[in-house]
């Protein structure tokens, strides 16, 4: 069955649903084009991917990337932005571009940040001066920005803080910045409002947060506030509970999630859009990620290793010469890890294309309706022994209908 959902920037179709899972694949057509869902976005920050270039990032499959309102409100700074045209002039990216409130660094900044109902004051990494980001400048800077999918301000607390009061007073406040990002919001007919749902791991706020979040209709909808150290069963409670409460019809984005089991588990649980610096950061650390698990090819044990990154990956590393690719081996990558920064570059390339091109493999696997046989063979092949997939995993999957060890 397909349900579609469609306003002035944005249409949303689901196309294949599974049968025993809550998975889903769609098609969301932004002003930069189409992305098909179940989707990972790579985040660019400060308007440029670590690594990367614009054709390579495109090459890699990617059409929607991050860039992050508070750190680009920084530098260039809004007037820059103005002047230039936006973020996709600014860093000549011909893709969709999402752009993150600023919320996340209440978090990640907390020692620079003060919370009143107003906004956030941040003082600047770069020299210490002050910056009031409320709603409203919050969305200011994202209209200047242009990106395609603008998030609210939402008011961020750690999910692992023990204090209940604080929880609760930051899940209505976000519904409180929710109605003046609205109010605020200069390009409806061009850039697409997210809202962000918030209550920690408490399923009663996140029940409440839901069904406030839902009356406001935004074009999408985010799960916040997660990937904050919180236990992985936990999570998977969240995601799981507000799943089961938004509308149907609507993307459901959640928010800081990267590791490959996580995305193809919350995949099973409803969710339709992720992102991390993850893959991006562990890259320059000289770590690959393949389907049996991450390499450090930092390791001596891969000196002379001339086998490719992943045999199994088709991105422009990995593949042979013959193949047009760059043939590049794993004893390469020991040798120039530590040394040079060709190391990270081609690690970013691909990681990045892995988890796009596992993103493509779990869409696949749904519109044909093999999903729960598609995470038997994932896991199987990412841990050997059925024995060793984490219980977090083995329960959630178990929830939605998948018995892993079947």
Same mark, same amino acid.
């Given at each position: ?192 409002? *997210? ?78 859009? *992720? ?26 044990? *891969? ?75 994932? *896991? ?27």
């Amino acid at each position: 069955m397909s349900t579609s959902s469609q306003s002035a920037a944005l249409k949303f179709e689901i196309l294949a649903r599974c049968s025993t899972t809550k998975a889903r694949a769609s098609i969301l057509t932004l002003p930069h084009g189409p992305v098909p869902l179940p989707i990972f976005q790579p985040v660019a920050t400060q308007a440029s991917l670590k690594g990367l270039t614009p054709v390579q990032l495109a090459q890699t499959g990617c059409n929607l990337c991050l860039n992050n309102t508070y750190h680009l409100g920084l530098k260039p700074g809004q007037e820059t932005l103005e002047v230039i045209g936006g973020a996709h002039v600014l860093q000549g990216w011909k893709g969709n571009i999402l752009t993150d409130s600023g919320g996340f660094q209440m978090v990640s900044l907390l020692e620079l940040a003060k919370i009143t109902e107003e906004g956030v004051c941040f003082s600047s990494p770069h020299d210490g001066t002050p910056m009031l980001l409320t709603p409203e400048h919050s969305i200011s800077l994202q209209n200047t920005i242009g990106s395609d999918i603008i998030m609210q301000l939402d008011d961020v607390i750690v999910t692992t803080s023990p204090d209940a009061v604080r929880m609760k007073e930051a899940m209505q406040r976000s519904i409180r910045w929710l109605d003046r990002c609205i109010a605020a919001h200069k390009r409806p007919e061009k850039q697409n409002l *997210f809202c962000i749902i918030q209550g920690g791991l408490d399923l009663e706020m996140r029940k409440i947060c839901c069904e406030e979040m839902a009356r406001r209709d935004t074009p999408g909808i985010a799960i916040g506030g997660l990937s904050g150290g919180e236990d992985k069963v936990s999570y998977c409670q969240v995601v799981d509970t507000c799943t089961d409460l938004l509308p149907q019809n609507k993307p459901r984005y959640v928010m800081g999630v990267g590791y490959p089991e996580d995305l193809v588990v919350s995949v099973a649980l409803g969710a339709d859009m *992720f992102d991390c610096v993850w893959p991006t950061r562990t890259a320059r650390f000289g770590n690959a990620i393949t389907a049996t698990g991450n390499l450090n090819l930092r390791h001596a044990s *891969f000196a002379n290793d001339f086998t490719p990154i992943d045999a199994d990956c088709s991105c422009e590393c990995c593949r042979s010469e013959e193949k047009g690719g760059l043939g590049i081996t794993r004893a390469y990558i020991y040798h120039v890890a530590s040394k040079e920064t060709a190391g990270a570059h081609l690690l970013t390339m691909h990681n990045v294309h892995y988890l796009l091109s596992l993103m493509g493999k779990v869409r696949a696997a749904i519109i044909e309706d093999r999903y729960p046989e598609f995470l038997r063979s994932y *896991f199987r092949k990412a841990y050997g022994d059925m024995q060793k997939i984490p219980t977090w995993a083995t329960t959630a999957l178990r929830k939605v209908g998948v018995d892993l060890r079947a």
